[in-house]
């Protein structure tokens, strides 16, 4: 009889095959232990198991750049003496590990002892939250926290930490960065944080771009890429294709929803009662390009899919 394992070409026991296993989760949540009684791998010494599967740990990294930065002592288990930091921009009591919700991870985790060691350098000050701020559903960078109890804190210092943070995040996305400059008949609103969007929908902002021209109208952008926490703090839908550089919100305008309404290159979508929806069709090829869905204060723009 033919085992199962002599008919698998792929798994473990293919040796050409290059294999990973992912397992998330906090410090201190037990990754560590499961990969030494799943894999055999015998602790963080010896990281290689006897079959050659090698751990790869960024615990490993954070916990050294803990050391570094003057944090001695690491995941004792004991939770005492908590201090609440002080910057100039932030004002007392806005700290993440200030946050009620952040309690239960804090004491289960192994961010303990952070709380007996004086915060004294800025490189101090970034490790801390830019590890420990996402867990309470807030956001901070560089020490500046600007999402709190999911409400964006809208002052200079955090509008320009939501700024970089949106930056790096969009970067690992792989957006590209628009700006108003860029299209003769577009402007971008100031509250525009993260202009950072997928190359389609860059297509997409050029496309709207030209019909703007034809109406001899200045189409106003006030919404692109947003990070998921802040997109939750303004109320957002989970999911929002902002969160994927992939929406394009406008400011309402009465030539362009004319346009939609009137132009042989749309046609509305929407049913009774529901918000007007329109698709936009190339005026050459008749190829759909994006739709537009009008909401309350503006429209919402997508490539079509």
């Given at each position: ?257 004319n346009w939609l309404n009137t132009s042989t290159q749309t046609a509305k979508v929407s049913k009774g009662s529901e918000s007007d929806k329109f698709i936009v069709y190339h005026q050459t090829t008749g190829q759909p ?17």
């Amino acid at each position: 009889m033919v085992k199962l394992k002599q008919l698998l070409e792929e798994g473990v026991f293919d040796k050409g095959i290059l294999k990973a296993v992912f397992m998330a989760g906090g410090p201190g949540s037990g990754k560590t232990y499961v990969s030494s009684q799943i894999f055999g791998i015998p602790n963080k010494t010896i990281n290689i198991s006897v079959g050659g599967l090698k751990s790869v740990n960024s615990d490993t990294e954070f916990e050294f750049l803990l050391k570094k930065y003057g944090f001695a002592t690491f995941g004792t288990g004991k939770f005492t003496n908590q201090q609440v930091y002080d910057t100039d921009e932030v004002p007392e009591g806005t700290m993440p590990w200030d946050y009620e919700e952040n309690q239960a991870a804090l004491k289960g985790g192994q961010f303990v002892d952070l709380f007996n060691t004086k915060i004294t350098t800025e490189d101090q000050r970034n490790l801390i939250y830019d590890h420990i701020a996402p867990w309470g559903g807030g956001g901070s960078y560089g020490g500046v926290t600007y999402i709190k109890d999911d409400k964006f804190i809208n002052t200079t210092a955090s509008v320009n930490a939501y700024k970089k943070s949106s930056e790096k995040r969009a970067q690992s996305l792989g957006l590209n960065k628009v700006e108003g400059t860029m299209f003769s008949d577009l402007t971008f609103s100031n509250e525009v944080y993260a202009p950072f969007v997928t190359n389609t929908t860059k297509s997409v902002l050029n496309n709207i771009n030209l019909i703007a021209n034809a109406l001899d109208e200045n189409l106003r952008v006030t919404g692109l890429y947003r990070t998921p926490e802040y997109n939750s703090a303004v109320g957002g839908q989970d999911g929002s294709t902002h969160t994927k550089g992939m929406g394009i919100d406008v400011g309402l305008n009465d030539k362009f929803d004319n346009w939609l309404n009137t132009s042989t290159q749309t046609a509305k979508v929407s049913k009774g009662s529901e918000s007007d929806k329109f698709i936009v069709y190339h005026q050459t090829t008749g190829q759909p390009m994006f739709t537009v869905l009008k909401e309350d204060d503006h429209f919402h723009i997508e490539s079509f899919k």
